[in-house]
């Protein structure tokens, strides 16, 4: 997905000369956390259209990362990790240890939209998300990371209406991953542990954008779901949903 996006960036950049527009974003907000825990990131964006004078289609390619910026309480008892060999330098940690949670990810989509003379635009695009959670200690820093990988395709509908120098977009979006992975690290489960996720579903999400001249504030719901995965050799990770609400305020270039 990387490569794909850098290969795109270059495409767009590389045609500038001919009469085709271009147009770049960056972005700063937030999002709002309701998983495991409960959290607040900072995230940071940025976009990048391309579209014939003229014609009736664009080319985007859009990335996003977010990270949080404080750490939530782990509820012990929703929780079971691996007992780490008991050494002399390694002790079980006791039942009564707080534990803490952190959020990190990123997310990148490439894709087409459609215009139509309605205001209705379709979207459809190639998309990928992958979200971390870290669990750590007061005696340590690292206790265990599970890493969510998902990518597939998105698709989606826009609806656009245009004032003088204003703009408001409402859409909506449902991802369909092709690809999926969960990946488990940490030092009580030993080595990194990768296995294809199971009863995953859909994910959708749905915002409203303004835009006036060159700057834009878009409000974003997302509800992302995570498949199982069975890890006999290790350890197995349950079914979950993730509930975002996202901000973000766009300067256009």
């Known amino acids: 997905m990387k490569v794909t996006l850098y290969l795109l960036s270059f495409l767009l950049i ?47 390619a859009k990335l996003k990362t977010l990270g949080n910026i404080h750490e939530s309480l782990v509820d012990r008892s929703h929780f079971i990790f691996v007992e780490p060999p008991t050494t002399t330098y390694n002790h079980p940690l006791s039942a009564n240890e707080p534990l803490h949670a952190s959020y990190r990810g990123g997310q990148a989509e490439a894709g087409i939209q ?3 003379k309605s205001g209705f635009s379709p979207i459809v695009s190639l998309y ?7 669990i750590t200690s007061t005696q340590s820093m690292y206790i265990e990371e599970e890493k969510y990988a998902l990518h597939g395709i998105s698709m989606g509908l826009d609806y656009a209406k245009q004032w003088k120098q204003s703009t408001i977009h409402i859409h909506g979006q449902i991802f369909e ?20 996720t199971t009863n995953n579903s859909m994910s959708y999400q749905t915002g409203l954008d303004f835009r006036h001249k060159k700057y834009g504030m878009a409000l974003t719901y997302e509800i992302l779901n995570f498949g199982a995965a069975d ?17 973000l305020f766009t300067f256009y270039f």
């Open 231 to 247: 890890n006999p050799n290790s350890k197995s990770v349950e079914a979950s949903q993730a509930n975002l609400i996202s901000s």
């Open 128 to 134: 990928s998300k992958s979200i971390a959670r870290k």
């Open 14 to 60: 590389s045609l500038s000369g001919l009469s085709q527009k271009i147009r770049f974003a960056s972005s700063i907000g937030s999002s709002s956390f309701q998983w495991h825990e409960n959290q607040t990131t900072i995230d940071l964006g940025a976009q990048l259209t391309f579209q014939d004078p003229g014609k009736n289609h664009l080319l985007f």
């Open 114 to 116: 459609w215009f139509t």
């Open 177 to 196: 991953p092709i690809y999926r992975d969960i990946t488990l690290y940490g030092r009580y489960i030993g080595v990194p542990y990768t296995s294809l």
